[in-house]
């Protein structure tokens, strides 16, 4: 639905009219450019779905107007498509439409947005549920989640095993739903992880054992699904990049045109450094795996000698790439790990600026000092897309050993 509002612009005391395409999402935060003075405008609307009710709330150098007064600008925001920014004031095309124009196959693009909403929606409530009746050891709470799980008819079968088992295999089935063309990523990370089954059995048998010692496994396991749970809470925002696989030319989104109207930036912080230091953990088991492929040991071989596990997961994440960049997974990783980003964010430089719709950040480093960069909004979005899909596909290790 759309819905529209005024305002007045606390700086230059125009009076602007908002008309946001309201998405499916509970929080929904939009920050932009005044379009008389430029100053970072904002509003969140919190939206009750059950009853179709909605409030807009943390009001950013804004303040609200009645209908009386004939707003001198009218804009358009969009939570469901990506919106073009040349048409912020003034609006040719519905987002709907404009997005159509960029797609290939509109018919196999919704069907695949669809399932993915689903999965977000409905199927990884189910697993999140029968999850906890795992954690308590109820059978008969889980197979009863498990058996709403299979209702899903677009969810191939993963009844195998024990519970853990199952669990894991739910849970790589709801990554893979999102990442499909991560295939040849994930097969992979299964061929690495035969090749040291094969090569040393008991090397492998080891590496578990480190990961079962002070609950290592167990606790990568809960933060990855804490990473699941941001995903399904930021899905409605992320679901307009969809389109993405589906692009009729790939390089239509380089231009700088599109973006998405919804700026819910420090979520996005969180999520992308969450999303970081996970990976970062489950670099550990990787490299472990590599060692053993080989023939090194349980570790992770370097120039000198072998690097222990817990030697390795002690390292600052930021630092893990220096001994790994040359193994046959580091490729997967490489263009959504990204040390610099992630110190970028803990750093209080680190700024979003609505009129150019750009995030400045820095670096600081001993050997580099103090570096500048920046990103679109739109590419930081794309980007930590990405990482999650990684995470997912990463899950592999982790539940090879977690099982
Ligand atoms: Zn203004």
Redesign the pocket.
Known sequence: MVNRTHFR?L??N?VIGCRTQFGYGKEQVYTFP?P??G?NLGFTILIDQENISWAYEALDNLKPEDFNTEPSYLLNFSSCFLVEKKNLTDLPLTPFLSNLTLVSDSDAYFKVRNIRHHAAQEFWPCLDRANTHRQRGDFDKFMSEFRSIKAHEFIPTFETGSLREIIAQGYEMFGSIFSTSNEQERKLIESRIDIAVESNAQGVNDLKNFFVLEDRAESIFNQLRALDRQWVDLYSFFEPLEIIDWLRDPKSLDSGDFTLSEKPIERLKTFYTDGFETLGRIFVIAACYEGICTGAGVGVPSRSRLILPQEFEQMPNGAKPNLISSMPFWPIFVDVFDSKLRNGIGHHSWRYDASLDIIFYQNHSPSRGKEDFKISFLNFCILTRKLYHCVTVSAKYLHSIWV
Do not use: G, H
Request: aromatic fraction near 12%.
């Open positions: 612009c700086s230059c125009y005044c008389n003075c100053v």
